[in-house]
């Protein structure tokens, strides 16, 4: 061999080995990079879930209250802007939204989810209520017995005036009935008794009951005003179920008791005279949380006992207000003293930051602690109305089982309350087959879930409530103070026979219980009946609720909140829930919140979950 030449087996092999080493590494790069690229691409999808939800759970979004005004949504977000939780109202209007075709929510949300194709879900506790009620009407026969009344109605009341009735007077009429000059001028011997509201005004004088006739009562369901400057005389016992108002500048005799269901306002120049006990229950306070209040030079004068509840406790005055030795507190089952409860400042007797009187210097109290009576545990309703408007009786309730059960979102079947709504290239579906096919053609699908406590509250101003879609949530939150709403239930007067039933469920610091109240058509005649069942520790209490005055005609139904939900006391809130339970007969009613619930209601802590999943567009 030559010097330099190379023996060519030797070069063929080096070659042969340069060549494998270059394939090899060749092979290993693109194999890296595809599995690099893979990994980033899976990264990449795997965090659009989580990135997403992170956004809805975890902000409120831009602006914070873009569910008020969707129209300036930048990013939605589901958090509560105070509380740290999902907010419910937020997830509700986001579905909502979605399905009516909102283009800037659609819009923020494919942002989100990067133009990807996505399913999100919400599910929460849901509450379901089975009831076996028997319901039993039951009227003049075999119920409260109206006989010897002269029965008279919005129409023509007036015919009352100027005229000496010998009997009892009924006033089927659940407007304000009104009295107000010389020509109507009244005497009545027996029973006077109306279903709304009374005012005297003008000159009207009236005489109501006898000396030979103690016995009867003037019966109010609603406000007593009493402005007339004619003298008013009265035998009966008298029973104002809301507020009295006496402003009359003559003097007023009451030969008997008074039962005063809300307040007592007296601002007239009397002088007014009660012969006998008085109770003040206090189911509504007036301005500034007056329970009495005597305005002015007025002078009022209780020959007996003064009886007042402040926040479910009944107080006694058995002499002049302005001396603390002179108030008595029921424990339940005796009186003892309460002069450490009252605080006397000027002329305002305070018990818990409430003004109990506020004219003590106006008020005379000729009573004695001896002659000190057991207080009545509700509102001693008078016979005429205990019955209802349009036809004397009553409704009898019998709940034979009542249960609330709540089923907790802790599988994906597990609650009935779920919410759902998919987008497909930035286009909301609402239909599932369609859906399912593009998950299921789909290279890649990921998932991610979050599990939080969802702040809750059900409420609408109003309802039009079917039969189909009964039982129906209609309210649900937490009450922490006193309110008096009511509802107004309008039902059809063009059926022969309907009834419409309500049911609600709470729970309060010593208690929980139920409420049902059923309404009820019957040809020409309407008729209710409400019954409130509270366990407590050791014992329960049923009947109607204290303060629930129905007023129900041609219709039409004003309906307490009280009836259905206690009223929140100071550190004992209750937490409920309402449902429109049943409806036959009728077509169709509304539920028409006409006071300031939604004011009042505050929401309650429940599990939610949200799952979201995301799969690429085609």
């Excluded at 008791?257 to 009397?270: A, H, L």
């Amino acid at each position: 061999m030559r010097r330099g030449q190379l023996f060519s087996m030797d070069a063929l092999i080096s070659i042969v080995l340069v060549i494998m080493i270059l394939g090899t590494v060749s092979a290993t790069s693109e194999s890296l990079r595809s599995e690099i690229t893979s990994l980033v691409g899976w990264y990449e999808r795997a965090n659009i879930a989580d990135n997403m939800l992170d956004v809805l759970t975890k902000s409120p979004g831009e602006p914070e209250d873009w569910e008020e005004n969707p129209q300036n949504v930048r990013v939605v977000g589901l958090l509560d802007r105070q509380e740290g939780y999902l907010n419910y109202e937020k997830i509700k209007v986001l579905f909502d939204l979605v399905q009516s075709g909102n283009s800037n929510v659609i819009s923020s949300l494919c942002n989100l989810s990067h133009d990807n194709n996505f399913k999100l879900t919400a599910l929460f506790t849901n509450s379901t209520v089975f009831a076996n009620i028997s319901v039993y009407h039951v009227g003049r026969g075999g119920g409260v017995s109206l006989e010897g009344f002269s029965i008279y109605d919005c129409s023509n009341y007036s015919e009352i005036g100027g005229n000496t009735i010998d009997g009892s007077v009924l006033i089927n009429c659940t407007n304000t009935v009104r009295f107000s000059g010389p020509n109507d001028n009244f005497q009545v011997s027996g029973n006077f008794c109306t279903f709304g509201d009374l005012k005297l005004t003008g000159a009207v004088s009236a005489m109501i009951g006898s000396y030979v006739a103690q016995d009867t009562y003037l019966a109010i369901n609603g406000t007593f005003k009493d402005s007339s400057s004619n003298t008013l005389s009265i035998y009966s016992r008298v029973y104002v179920t809301g507020a009295w108002w006496l402003t009359a500048s003559a003097s007023r005799s009451i030969y008997n008791d008074v039962y005063i269901g809300e307040y007592w306002k007296v601002s007239g120049s009397g002088p007014y005279t009660v012969y006998g006990d008085v109770y003040v229950f206090g189911n509504r306070l007036a301005s500034a949380n007056r329970l009495i209040w005597l305005v002015g030079s007025t002078q009022v004068t209780i020959n007996g006992n003064l009886y007042v509840r402040v926040n479910g406790v009944w107080y006694a005055v058995v002499g002049n207000p302005s001396n603390e030795n002179n108030w008595y507190r029921w424990d339940g089952t005796s009186w003892t003293s309460a002069s450490d409860d009252v605080a006397i400042t000027g002329d305002t007797a305070k018990i818990d930051g409430i003004k109990v009187i506020e004219g003590t210097d106006n008020i005379v109290v000729n009573g004695s602690s001896s002659s000190l009576k057991s207080p009545p545990g509700e509102f001693p309703l008078p016979p005429c109305l205990q019955s209802t408007p349009g036809q004397p009786g009553q409704i009898i309730i019998n709940v034979m089982n009542l249960s609330v059960v709540l089923t907790y979102p802790t599988s994906y079947y597990s609650s009935d309350n779920v919410s759902s709504i998919s987008i497909l290239n930035c286009t909301p579906i609402d239909n599932s087959l369609t859906v399912s096919a593009s998950m299921n053609s789909s290279p890649w699908i990921e998932f991610s879930e979050r599990r939080m406590p969802v702040l809750r509250l059900v409420y609408s101003k109003d309802y039009f409530i079917s039969s189909n879609e009964l039982p129906k949530e209609i309210y649900s939150g937490l009450l922490d103070q006193y309110t008096n709403d009511v509802l107004n239930i309008t039902l059809p007067t063009n059926v022969d026979k309907g009834n419409l039933t309500l049911i609600s469920a709470f729970s309060g610091k010593d208690y929980t219980g139920y409420s049902v109240l059923v309404i009820v058509k019957n040809d020409e005649h309407w008729v209710y009946g409400i019954n409130m069942t509270r366990i407590y520790q050791g014992h329960t209490t049923s009947g109607v609720p204290e303060g629930c005055y129905i007023k129900l005609e041609k219709g039409q139904a004003l309906v307490p909140f009280s009836c259905l939900v206690p009223p929140a006391e100071l550190d004992k809130s209750v937490t409920f829930t309402v449902w429109a339970y049943s409806l036959e007969g009728f077509p169709e009613v509304t539920i028409e919140d006409i006071g300031n619930l939604d004011a009042y209601l505050k929401p309650v802590r429940q599990m939610g979950v949200i799952r979201l999943w995301v799969w690429p567009r085609r």
